[in-house]
Every structure is written in C-alpha cells, then in structure tokens.
C-alpha cells in the first residue's frame, strides 16, 4: 500500500485483490431491498405518482 499526492490531495493506492475484498465486504453490509407485495408495490407507486405530479 503506498499515498500518492496530487494537487494537494492524497490517495492510497493498494492491490486489485485487497480492493475486491474491500468491495464485496462493504456490499456485504448494505441492508437488503425489502419486497414488496404487488397490491402494496402498487399503493406505493400510485403513491409516488401522485408526489411526483404536485411537483411539475
């Protein structure tokens, strides 16, 4: 692992291997999409319709 500076900026660069671990670790702790129903996706969307519409 080295720092490299530029314009007054510093950045680690490390190995891909290290970098891909990093990666799936912190995917791995992102808190999974919860499914919806179809009758709740739908309340939900009609939802979102109605809040985008008051805005245009």
Known sequence: ???LTIDNKRFVVIEQK???KLQ???A???A???K???VAGKKHA???IDKWAKGK
């Open 46 to 48: 009609y939802k979102m």
């Open 28 to 30: 791995q702790k992102t």
């Open 1 to 3: 692992m080295g720092t």
């Open 18 to 20: 290290k970098f891909e």
């Open 36 to 38: 919806l129903t179809l």
């Open 32 to 34: 999974p999409v919860k």
């Open 24 to 26: 799936l670790l912190a």
